[in-house]
């Protein structure tokens, strides 16, 4: 069974900084694409960045120059460091990856789901 696991998530001022860490754990045999999205009340989840496999990247405009996101292919782990954060920010940020078990097709998996609130 695969688990992703959040952490990291908070309360924040505008300005400030948060890197959540995501990391994957089970029966897995190759992890694809992984990435963060999030979701805030009364909105629709978005996508906020993604990483390949071989470390391209992909970002929300809304983040673009403001988040940054990178992983750790040896722990299984993706991260998304988070800087000049914004009211708008906030949201329940969720991990998401595509990663293969032993004897399955590419499935994607996500997280639980880590608060993250910018406020003063």
């Known amino acids: 069974q695969v688990q992703l696991v959040e952490s990291g998530g908070g309360l924040v001022q505008p300005g400030g900084s948060l890197r959540l860490s995501c990391a994957a754990s089970?029966?897995?045999?190759?992890?694809?694409?992984m990435g963060w999205y999030r979701q805030a009340p009364g909105k629709q989840r978005e996508l906020v960045a993604t990483?390949?496999?071989?470390?391209?990247?992909n970002y929300a405009d809304s983040v673009k120059g403001r988040f940054t996101i990178s992983r750790d292919n040896a722990k299984n782990t993706v991260y998304l460091q988070m800087n000049s954060l914004k009211p708008e920010d906030t949201a329940v940020y969720y991990c998401n990856a595509n990663l293969q078990s032993p004897g399955k097709w590419p499935t994607d998996y996500w997280g639980q789901g880590t608060q993250v609130t910018v406020s003063s």
């Open positions: 089970g029966s897995i045999v190759r992890i694809n694409a």
């Open positions: 990483v390949t496999s071989s470390g391209s990247t």
